[in-house]
């Protein structure tokens, strides 16, 4: 909605991009660890959600209340724990999560296909 605005700088594009490029590879990443086993590695992907959550917070900060902001932390405080990333990518840990981390990596995978992402 704020790209559509035209309601960023050209320092807030730029870092847009970067957003765009980190989602990305977290997206590919993901898609690569549920898809073959034995390959997640819960630290890698912390790091680059982190990241992620690090660059879209401060592009968002200027332009979103503090609600809005506060949103993001939320989301990001659960899908960069530990305990939600094992139950995901550890097979046999949770199987319902795994079920539906399947349905999230088909979609993604669409996304990916449309250049959506």
Known sequence: ?????????????????????????????????YQVDHTYDRNFVIKYLTELETL??????NHLTDKSVGRVEQIFGVVKTPEFLDSVYVPKKNSEMREIMGKVVSDLNRCLEAGIL
């Open 56 to 61: 879209l917070k401060n592009l968002i900060s």
């Open 1 to 33: 909605m704020l790209q559509r605005g035209e309601k960023f700088s050209p320092q807030d594009k730029s870092s847009l991009i970067q957003i765009q490029k980190n989602l990305r590879t977290i997206t590919m990443t993901l898609i690569s660890f």
